[in-house]
Structure formats: structure tokens, C-alpha cells
């Protein structure tokens, strides 16, 4: 009876240590996961970065540059960001080999463009060395960003014929947690729209030395072609809050891009908690 009683013991014992590093192992997984998914990941953009600069100069009347940085691929936050990228600044798809999806996109966008310009010119044609087409889209983590966020600064600086080119800049604000990306009714409460709109025109007038609408629009030309609204081009900063209106937004394009920052201690009674 004493030695069954030692035997008992002992895979007791044997049993509970299995157990213990089982568990032990388990919850290190968790820990791990958690911060793959960004729970606790701090520093996963610096921790994770990577990036690609290709260019597209074999046709003399096309040149096209991308320059992106992007994630590898380290859980669910970096696969969202990745993708969002890639659908809204790249390819128009979600797709979280941000490398592929770049590499891909300059080759779709060269076969496209070439295909356009031999529509258009030919050879012969005096004004042929002058028709030069170029597109450059580039896209950039910002250090300026709120402590909850990832901030993604993005612009598109074409000239695909015409009097003039056109310059885009873009902002794309993820959610440090999730990696989710943040629109205005994520971000403000938009049953007071109507009130932050009112705080952004008060600015806009401050900004430009203006008391009226009327003499913002003689003096500016701002307002000339819409008014002010809950853009989805926004940058949530350390600081401020600061709202981008592009070209031919809100102002024709002489006007350039519109930028209205809006600081802290005058917004956040209008965002959501």
C-alpha cells in the first residue's frame, strides 16, 4: 500500500508540472498575440517598418515614381494597416503584402498610361517630346500623431496632360489598438456636425484675416465652389485636429490646398469618447 501511495505521488507531481508549463506556455502565446495585435505595441510602426522606392522610366513620355513605406506583416494591426494602404493610396483592394501590391500596381499603372498616350500622340507630332506624362504617389508614417493613433501622410502629384498637373494630399488615420482606419463618424459626433463646422469656418476667417464670408470669397476665393464640410481628409495630430481641402474642393486651384487645424481644448467637447 506504501509504494502504490508513492507512485500516486509522484504522477501527481509529474501531472502538475506538465500543467504548470502548459499553462505557462499558453499564457506567453497570449502575451505575444496581444501584442501582435497591437494591445501592446507601442512602437509598431518604428518596430515593424519597411519600405519601397520604385520608379517606371521606360518610355520617354511617361515617368512614374512610387514611393511607400509600409508594415511587415506582424499580426491583425499591421495586415489592417497594410491593407487599408494598399486599397485606398495603391491598388484600390485590401491587400497586406503592401510590397507585392506596390510592385503590381506601378505595372498596371505603366500599362494604363502607355496605352492612353498612344491613344493620343504619335511619333510625328511636333508637340511629341513635350507630352511628357508623370505620376508620383508616395505615402509616409508621420511622427505628429495623437497618442492613441498611427498617422499615414500620402500624396499624388500627377500630370496626365492638360494646362496643369494636379497635387493630392492625403491622410489616413489608423486606430493604435486595431488597426482600424478612423472616419469622421468615428472620430466626431455627428450630431454636432453642424457646430464643428461652425468652429472650422470661425478659423478659416481668423486664418485669413477675414470678418465675412463675402470678403473671404473676394479676397480668397475660398468658398467660391462649396462650402466647408466633415472631411475625411483629416489629420488627428498630438496638438490639433487639422481638416485638408484639395484642389477644387472648396476654392478653385489657384487657391491650392485648404488646411483649418482645429486645437484640443477647442474640439473635444465634439468627438466622441
Not at 491650392?256 to 467637447?269: A, R, V
Request: contains cysteine; aromatic residues 10%.
Amino acid at each position: 500500500m506504501k509504494k502504490k501511495h508513492i507512485n500516486a505521488s509522484l504522477i501527481f507531481c509529474l501531472l502538475s508540472v506538465i500543467f504548470l508549463s502548459s499553462a505557462c506556455k499558453w499564457n506567453k502565446g497570449r502575451v505575444e498575440d496581444g501584442k501582435k495585435s497591437g494591445a501592446e505595441a507601442k512602437d509598431i510602426v518604428s518596430d515593424n517598418l519597411d519600405s519601397l522606392h520604385v520608379t517606371d522610366t521606360s518610355d520617354s513620355l511617361l515617368y512614374i515614381e512610387y514611393d511607400f513605406q509600409y508594415l511587415k506583416s506582424n499580426g491583425m494591426v499591421c495586415d489592417s494597416i497594410n491593407a487599408s494602404i494598399t486599397q485606398n493610396l495603391v491598388s484600390g483592394k485590401r491587400e497586406t503584402d503592401a510590397r507585392k501590391a506596390i510592385l503590381n500596381a506601378l505595372v498596371d499603372e505603366s500599362v494604363r498610361m502607355k496605352t492612353e498616350i498612344a491613344e493620343y500622340y504619335e511619333p510625328e507630332d511636333e508637340t511629341y517630346v513635350d507630352a511628357r506624362y508623370s505620376i508620383r504617389r508616395t505615402g509616409h508614417f508621420h511622427s505628429d500623431a495623437a497618442d492613441t493613433v498611427i498617422v499615414y501622410k500620402a500624396t499624388i502629384d500627377m500630370y496626365t496632360g492638360g494646362a496643369h498637373g494636379s497635387f493630392t494630399p492625403l491622410t489616413l488615420n489608423f486606430s493604435r489598438k486595431t488597426g482600424h482606419l478612423l472616419t469622421p463618424d468615428d472620430v466626431f459626433d455627428m450630431n454636432r456636425a453642424n457646430e464643428i463646422l461652425a468652429l472650422m469656418y470661425a478659423q478659416l476667417l481668423k486664418d485669413k484675416s477675414c470678418s465675412t464670408r463675402e470678403e473671404l470669397m473676394e479676397k480668397t476665393s475660398l468658398l467660391t465652389l462649396g462650402d466647408l464640410y466633415l472631411t475625411p481628409n483629416f489629420h488627428l495630430g498630438k496638438n490639433a485636429i487639422t481638416f485638408c481641402f484639395g484642389q477644387y474642393d472648396i476654392a478653385p486651384y489657384s487657391c491650392g490646398i485648404t488646411y483649418i487645424s482645429l486645437n484640443y481644448d477647442t474640439i473635444s467637447p465634439f468627438l466622441k469618447k
